[in-house]
């Protein structure tokens, strides 16, 4: 496996790209999808985050369920999924993130809710008192269908101290993941990459996932992150190259063979990066995502949304079909 690393970009791309297109051809997936971060104020503050806030601190927010119902009502419109991530607020009850839940599936039904990082799901855990599988168990009542895969950053204890020591370790993240797989919730998995991890841990992380996959076979994406160190305690350092995110890319396909789909995330990449991930293994690009928060408070330069023609041309600039996806990537629409 490490001998993957000896290789150049351009064999990496060629292997990375032959195996995307043995899976599903020229077809390029997306989802009409809306992010809602529905709170800013994070008892955490890791040392990356350029989105956390303290309670009352200028710039700091929360919405109550109404808030959340009024937001969906006008950017939800015709969407096939929202996708829920937040910070760890330090006076919501777990019956709060209950009621949001039953508040959008009881408003929009046909919308899958891919809620709570696995960092929140433990944060849900300890201000309730209830076991991970309780709180699984309590959210799926509530109208759960998905977890999104964030709070892995990078899977070694080592870096996970110097970049986010508040937030769980690395074997907590895996085994709440498992507990999801395993409570018939699939899930995405991340990688934050660009910070102080080398292509070795990258590796490393990368065989975490494949390893927890053969177990559970769960996961239905896996996300490379590209990390923007602006507004961070690492904005002194420059930000990864295109190449280096095509690699991540291409790595990512070839060691996750169990995994289904990988996703070139266009809010971190770039548009046009995104683009050219799609000859490099990716084979999905996200969604119209509406407004994302979370990268662009730490100097993101793409847009916070696109709209499906936006996303079908380049798709179509690429060389690729445009399917539009459910959250389950079952077929929509072929473009």
Same mark, same amino acid.
């Given at each position: 496996?490490?001998?993957?690393?000896?290789?150049?970009?351009?064999?990496?791309?060629? $292997? /990375?790209?032959?195996?995307?297109? +043995?899976?599903?051809?020229?077809?390029?997936?997306?989802?009409?999808?809306?992010?809602?971060? =529905?709170?800013?104020?994070?008892?955490?503050?890791?040392?990356?985050?350029?989105?956390?806030?303290?309670?009352?601190?200028?710039? +700091?927010?929360?919405?109550?369920?109404?808030?959340?119902?009024?937001?969906?009502?006008?950017?939800?419109?015709?969407?096939? %999924?929202?996708?829920?991530?937040?910070?760890?607020?330090?006076?919501?009850?777990?019956?709060?993130?209950?009621?949001?839940?039953?508040?959008?599936?009881?408003?929009?039904?046909? *919308?899958?809710?891919?809620?709570?990082? /696995?960092?929140?799901?433990? =944060?849900?855990?300890?201000?309730?008192?209830? +076991?991970?599988?309780?709180?699984?168990?309590?959210?799926?009542?509530?109208?759960? %269908?998905?977890?999104?895969?964030?709070?892995?950053?990078?899977?070694?204890?080592?870096?996970?101290?110097?970049?986010?020591? $508040?937030?769980?370790?690395? $074997?907590?993240?895996? =085994?709440?993941?498992?507990?999801?797989?395993?409570?018939?919730?699939?899930?995405?998995?991340?990688?934050?990459?660009?910070?102080? $991890?080398?292509?070795?841990?990258?590796?490393?992380?990368?065989?975490?996932?494949?390893?927890?996959?053969?177990?559970?076979?769960?996961?239905?994406?896996?996300?490379?992150?590209?990390?923007?160190?602006?507004?961070?305690?690492?904005?002194?350092? *420059?930000?990864?190259?295109?190449?280096?995110?095509?690699?991540?890319?291409?790595?990512?396909?070839?060691?996750?063979?169990?995994?289904?789909?990988?996703?070139?995330?266009?809010?971190?990449?770039?548009?046009?990066? /995104?683009?050219?991930?799609?000859?490099?293994?990716?084979?999905?690009?996200?969604?119209?995502?509406?407004?994302?928060?979370?990268?662009? /408070?730490?100097?993101?330069?793409?847009?916070?949304?696109?709209? *499906?023609? %936006?996303?079908?041309?380049?798709?179509?600039?690429?060389?690729?079909?445009?399917?539009?996806?459910?959250?389950? =990537?079952?077929?929509?629409?072929?473009?």
């Amino acid at each position: 496996m490490k001998k993957l690393l000896d290789k150049n970009l351009l064999e990496l791309g060629k $292997e /990375a790209f032959d195996i995307k297109k +043995s899976l599903y051809g020229d077809d390029v997936f997306f989802v009409k999808n809306v992010h809602l971060n =529905y709170t800013n104020i994070c008892v955490n503050h890791c040392k990356f985050c350029a989105f956390a806030k303290d309670e009352g601190e200028e710039g +700091s927010y929360e919405m109550s369920v109404e808030d959340v119902a009024r937001y969906l009502s006008d950017k939800a419109s015709d969407c096939s %999924e929202v996708h829920i991530v937040g910070g760890l607020h330090p006076s919501k009850p777990f019956e709060f993130y209950e009621d949001m839940i039953k508040c959008i599936k009881g408003s929009y039904p046909e *919308l899958t809710v891919k809620a709570f990082s /696995a960092v929140e799901i433990d =944060y849900f855990s300890k201000i309730s008192g209830l +076991s991970v599988d309780s709180v699984l168990e309590r959210l799926k009542l509530a109208g759960l %269908e998905m977890l999104p895969g964030g709070g892995a950053e990078i899977l070694d204890e080592k870096i996970r101290n110097q970049i986010c020591p $508040e937030k769980i370790d690395a $074997e907590r993240w895996i =085994y709440i993941m498992e507990a999801a797989h395993n409570n018939g919730l699939k899930t995405n998995a991340t990688m934050l990459y660009g910070h102080l $991890e080398t292509e070795e841990d990258i590796l490393g992380h990368l065989i975490k996932i494949k390893k927890l996959q053969s177990r559970t076979g769960g996961f239905s994406a896996f996300i490379p992150l590209s990390f923007h160190p602006e507004n961070t305690f690492l904005s002194h350092r *420059l930000p990864v190259t295109g190449v280096e995110d095509l690699r991540v890319i291409a790595l990512s396909r070839i060691v996750l063979d169990n995994v289904p789909h990988i996703k070139a995330y266009w809010v971190m990449l770039e548009e046009k990066t /995104a683009q050219v991930a799609l000859n490099f293994g990716a084979d999905d690009l996200d969604g119209t995502i509406v407004k994302e928060k979370i990268t662009h /408070a730490a100097g993101a330069k793409s847009k916070e949304g696109l709209t *499906l023609e %936006e996303l079908v041309f380049m798709i179509k600039s690429a060389g690729f079909n445009p399917v539009q996806r459910d959250a389950f =990537y079952n077929e929509i629409k072929r473009y």
